[in-house]
């Protein structure tokens, strides 16, 4: 009903208040653990086994059929996460062009 508006407000209350699809989380955190999010083809158990590889609490995020769902907070715990991988790559590609620019 409303087009999931009340749906939306009960995951809300129940302090779920951020949410992702599968394929968009698959997308945008693989770089975490690439390895366990392509170890099943089931969304639940490869996001399972990824969040377990990053000792992320089971407490602050739930599995729907469809979606993602996360704790106020834990998004911003797993993005940080997901920024020290990126900072850390490019710090090693940039150090790569400076060594080949040098010589």
């Given at each position: 009903?409303?087009?999931?508006?009340?749906?939306?407000?009960?995951i809300?209350?129940?302090?779920f208040p951020?949410?992702?699809q599968y394929?968009?989380?698959?997308?945008?955190y693989?770089?975490?653990?690439?390895?366990?999010l392509?170890?099943?083809?089931d969304?639940?158990?490869?996001v399972h086994a990824?969040?377990?590889?990053i000792e992320?609490?089971?407490?602050r995020y739930?599995?729907?059929?469809?979606l993602?769902?996360?704790?106020?907070?834990?998004?911003?715990?797993?993005?940080?996460?997901r920024d020290n991988?990126v900072i850390?790559?490019?710090r090693m590609m940039?150090g790569?062009?400076?060594?080949?620019?040098?010589?």
């Amino acid at each position: 009903t409303c087009n999931g508006v009340l749906e939306g407000i009960r995951i809300c209350m129940r302090g779920f208040p951020n949410r992702m699809q599968y394929p968009d989380f698959k997308a945008r955190y693989a770089i975490l653990a690439a390895t366990e999010l392509n170890s099943s083809s089931d969304n639940k158990v490869a996001v399972h086994a990824l969040m377990d590889k990053i000792e992320f609490p089971r407490e602050r995020y739930r599995l729907g059929h469809t979606l993602v769902f996360f704790r106020a907070g834990a998004l911003g715990a797993l993005e940080e996460k997901r920024d020290n991988i990126v900072i850390k790559l490019l710090r090693m590609m940039q150090g790569q062009v400076f060594k080949h620019i040098k010589n």
